[in-house]
DNA sequence: CCTGCCGGTTCCTATCGGAAACCTAGCCTG
DNA sequence: CAGGCTAGGTTTCCGATAGGAACCGGCAGG
């Protein structure tokens, strides 16, 4: 325990809250949740992951990136092929990842369910 | 685990990718961890949570609301006091935000440390 | 030459998000 | 009674960002 910890995730400046925002962004994690099954294509998260763009695809990819944890690797053929993969900074996320997922599976439902009980009142129609 | 499951998070429309949605937010994240301490006050988060304005601290907790994870306590006192505590369903919510947290605490450094080794080229001032 | 494939990037706009002011409501002060 | 304090929430203003559609570029095939 002595030398760990990069500060809290309360306090705005400290790296523990820079790796909170760097993860907790709705493409960033099922972008990883894709990259934790091994090396991937671009193309073929792009098939993966309903609802992405290629734009945002790859700039989610690049900020992995420059955290260090997914690399790139441009195989120089044609046509492109790129594949990334999680560094081993970034296998630290599997766990975490899933259980994230794995709570969102098992617990959509009763999210869903919840926003259809309470739907804000709007206004009244008159 | 029968009939569990509520889709798959790489599906666009499906109540997992919602659930995903919902929390993978960087106030969202840090707000549940806010509230898995115990019933807190809207002032205390403010004081607890580095960098929040009271707009964005109020709409986290009235999405969480509105998606079930948290309920809203407002005593009809003076001055007035409002606490905000995560639902049964929330608190289903805490183990996997302690273990992002946790990870983000352990790893913030390494994060940051890739960061700043890999500054993207910003143009040469040439 | 034109076409298609793959990955990436540019353009443009709707939305987000922060700062700060304003509002409500009850108590205390004078 | 007028004014100010506290605590929570909302509004306004405006810059930053998200995100889709469309375009770019190299190479193989016809």
């Known amino acids: 325990m002595s030398g760990f910890?990069?500060?809290d995730p309360f306090l705005a400046d400290c790296p523990a809250r820079l790796a909170v925002e760097l993860?907790?962004?709705k493409w960033t994690v099922v972008v990883l949740y894709g990259l934790s099954k091994g090396p991937v294509r671009h193309g073929e998260l792009i098939e993966l992951i309903g609802g992405i763009s290629r734009k945002m695809l790859t700039q989610t990819l690049r900020r992995l990136e420059a955290h260090g944890l997914a690399r790139r690797h441009a195989y120089a053929e044609a046509p492109p092929r790129v594949e990334y993969e999680l560094t081993?900074?970034?296998a630290t996320l599997i766990d975490p990842i899933h259980v994230l997922t794995e709570w969102a599976v098992?617990?959509?439902d009763a999210v869903l369910d919840a926003l259809d009980a309470d739907p804000e009142p709007v206004a009244h129609s008159g």
Chains 1, 2 share one sequence.
Request: proline share 0%; hydrophobic share 35%; charged share 10%.
């Open 5 to 7: 910890g990069s500060g």
């Open 23 to 25: 993860i907790a962004d």
């Open 88 to 90: 081993q900074l970034g």
């Open 106 to 108: 098992a617990n959509g």
